[in-house]
């Protein structure tokens, strides 16, 4: 319990001013005065750097020394408490000089009693102390102004709360100061910040609480009401936060709420070691600084989520601009594509014809014939890639549930011989590694699209690797779907590809999806990616890519998990059937075109009827229906000027809805991914044509016309 008596020191070397003295003091009603004397100059700046008195009543004469001296010395040193000098010169000389070197007071000997002397202690005390409260309201004045600059400064919540208990801790002075967040919706605190300040080189590591706690099992309820709470004592407390404050040796707290517009923002908890150790003032302090302080780490919160959002945003942006930019150039290809088949349609189908028909050919033509087949097919099939980055999965292509762990060990074991044998060959060590996650999900797929995608990375990470490396394939569970029970399934899967080779730059990362960009030179075709990232657009996946240079590649492959619908049964190509004669139609704007399938029909023993156009096509169709000879089917190209082939179609359904469409065209891959397929359409061919595809369509046509088609 505080002493209530006011602790005088008395610095006189009379023994009867000492007595006077003690006399004066007994005589003050209502003041309990506690009297300490000492003789000398030395004894008493002692007793005054001790710092154990209210006030000091100061002889000016000391024998060596003088009262000014001592009065000098010990404001030099610090000394807070008021001095009074006593002098029984009543020289103005001596009053004004004590008073301009800090004398709170000064009083004549022999023309004061004990109502002067009272009032000179109450006045100077109640004097110091209102300087002394006014320095201090300066001081946190400044330092609230310091605090409240350096935070203006930033912007992001955590350099806020350092910031500020690193003021506090240097010129409040605390010992301890700690900040807890409050979620609202949670109604948890978590501990943002905290500063210890100690001597002991891991006590700035503390952290109390790792994990967000209830409010209510804090004892901190009252800061939901905006309530200051203060703790003299902190071994009394209830409150099971500020317990922990033990644990560094702390004696009293005090807790700030942290307000904005009115609802808690956080909480604010400052510490010393000494109990009872924070005035009413220092505490107002507080109070006023985490006004600033909530406002600012709130402004500095909704700059980061404000950030966050712009930077989704903006990731989104380039996700959704890269997608059309991707769909533009694979628009284009498909153009390209349509062109080359067209012209590489009579290179095929002439070179089969040959070989087919053609029985007295040498071995050396027949190779030949072979080789032209052969290069015209593969070109057919880097036009058929072209597309694939781009087209939408066709509606007929089966999805079937697929085994990811299983395929990616397909893949390692077929590619072996690229990733090992050559390489070996080369001087180069290449190591293939795989981490599956044993419990992954199955997918809903196309494990032939799939398969050649994973091969495509797979080369593309050997390539990546000229001094040889570690490629690594990583299986599991990317996401969780959580039900209102607290269980969870799996939602999507990732498959990662991972290099140790050279890795990419910004710039390179950026572009490396789309067609026909490669950093291979003459050896790449730029379609190998672009590929990739049609297949897993098709399986409404998503494309992840990590990668720095001389850092390696991360390829991220991220596929749903679904459960598999049913798929129409897909009838397969028939073994070869005899399709009786029949009188065709067949309608082309390509010259050459129109000679091949001609050819081809009619070794097959059909008649045909040529068009070189849509509308010659349809007079020609309405001439045969009118002379009563009618044609059994029509096949017509899809692109052609004024009338094209769907127009044509629609008219020929509507005059004759029983005779079979068949339309031809360079786009027919891409045709069956969208939904555009016309209705009047009963097939639809490829170019360059197969004889073996063309039979097999007109076998089907011709089952369905007659009523015999299988099931």
């Not at 644990?247 to 009872?276: D, H």
């Not at 959704?320 to 080359?340: N, T």
């Not at 299983?406 to 290449?430: A, K, M, N």
């Amino acid at each position: 319990m505080d002493d209530p008596r006011l602790k005088v020191l008395l610095v006189e070397d009379d023994e009867d001013d000492y007595v006077l003295t003690r006399e004066f003091l007994a005589e003050i009603r209502g003041d309990n005065f506690e009297l300490e004397w000492v003789e000398d100059y030395d004894t008493g700046l002692e007793a005054i750097y001790q710092d154990r008195h209210d006030v000091y009543l100061v002889d000016y004469r000391l024998g060596k020394g003088n009262g000014l001296e001592l009065l000098r010395a010990a404001i030099t040193h610090g000394c807070q408490a008021p001095i009074i000098l006593l002098t029984g010169l009543g020289d103005h000389q001596v009053d004004s000089e004590a008073m301009r070197s800090g004398a709170a007071d000064y009083l004549v000997k022999g023309q004061f009693d004990s109502q002067q002397l009272e009032r000179s202690i109450r006045h100077s005390i109640l004097r110091k102390r209102a300087e002394r409260d006014l320095h201090q309201q300066l001081t946190r004045i400044s330092l609230l102004n310091q605090i409240t600059h350096a935070i203006s400064e930033r912007m992001d919540l955590e350099n806020v709360l350092n910031v500020v208990l690193g003021q506090l801790e240097l010129h409040l002075p605390i010992e301890y100061g700690t900040v807890y967040l409050f979620n609202l919706q949670a109604g948890t605190l978590g501990q943002a910040a905290s500063r210890l300040k100690s001597q002991s080189p891991t006590a700035h590591m503390i952290s109390f609480d790792e994990l967000a706690v209830p409010i209510a099992e804090t004892g901190l309820e009252a800061c939901l009401k905006g309530e200051l709470l203060y703790e003299p004592e902190v071994v009394k407390t209830e409150a099971s936060l500020l317990k922990k404050l033990v644990q560094t040796q702390m004696g009293s707290a005090v807790v700030v709420p942290m307000m904005v517009e009115k609802n808690l923002f956080g909480v604010f908890i400052a510490a010393r070691a000494k109990a009872n150790g924070f005035s009413i003032g220092e505490c107002e302090f507080l109070r006023t600084l985490c006004e600033h302080v909530a406002l600012a780490a709130h402004q500095a919160r909704l700059h980061t989520q404000l950030q966050s959002a712009y930077d989704e945003l903006r990731q989104t942006q380039q996700a959704v601009m890269q997608h059309e930019r991707l769909r533009a150039l694979g628009q284009m290809a498909s153009g390209i594509a349509h062109d080359i088949n067209n012209a590489l349609s009579p290179v095929s189908g002439f070179a089969e014809l040959l070989l087919r028909n053609e029985k007295n050919l040498s071995e050396a033509a027949h190779r030949y014939l072979n080789h032209i087949k052969t290069a015209s097919d593969d070109v057919a099939h880097i036009v058929t890639r072209m597309r694939d980055f781009y087209r939408k999965r066709e509606e007929h292509q089966p999805l079937l549930p697929v085994n990811l762990n299983q395929l990616t060990q397909q893949v390692i074991e077929l590619t072996r011989p690229r990733w090992r044998d050559i390489s070996q060959q080369r001087g180069i060590s290449v190591e293939v590694k795989n981490d599956f996650d044993p419990n992954l999900p199955e997918i809903i797929g196309t494990e032939s699209e799939l398969r050649e995608g994973l091969t495509n990375l797979i080369f593309n990470a050997v390539d990546a690797m000229p001094r040889g490396g570690i490629i690594t394939l990583r299986t599991r569970v990317g996401a969780w779907a959580y039900a209102r029970g607290g269980s969870k399934t799996p939602s999507h899967v990732v498959l990662e590809v991972i290099d140790s080779g050279v890795g990419m730059d910004e710039e390179t990362r950026k572009h490396c999806l789309e067609p026909f960009f490669s950093t291979k030179g003459q050896l790449g075709t730029g379609l190998g990616l672009a590929m990739v990232y049609g297949v897993v657009q098709r399986h409404d996946g998503a494309i992840e890519i990590d990668s720095a240079p001389g850092k390696g590649t991360t390829m991220r492959l991220i596929f749903p998990v679904r459960e598999a619908t049913e798929t129409p049964f897909i009838e397969g190509p028939a073994a070869a059937v005899t399709v009786p004669s029949m009188r065709i139609l067949f309608i082309d704007d390509e010259p050459l075109l129109r000679e091949l399938l001609k050819e081809i029909l009619e070794c097959d023993g059909h008649q045909v009827h040529v068009a070189d156009s849509g509308q010659s096509g349809l007079d020609a169709f309405r001439a045969a229906k009118k002379d009563g000879k009618p044609f059994d089917a029509v096949i017509t190209d899809l692109g052609m000027p004024h009338l094209d082939g769907r127009q044509l179609a629609q008219i020929l359904k509507k005059e004759s809805p029983s005779t079979p469409i068949i339309m031809m065209t360079g786009w027919a891959t891409l045709m069956k991914g969208e939904e555009d397929l016309p209705l009047h359409v009963d097939g639809v061919l490829n170019k360059p044509p197969r004889i073996t595809e063309l039979q097999e369509t007109l076998r089907r046509v011709a089952e369905r016309r007659d009523g015999r088609a299988a099931r």
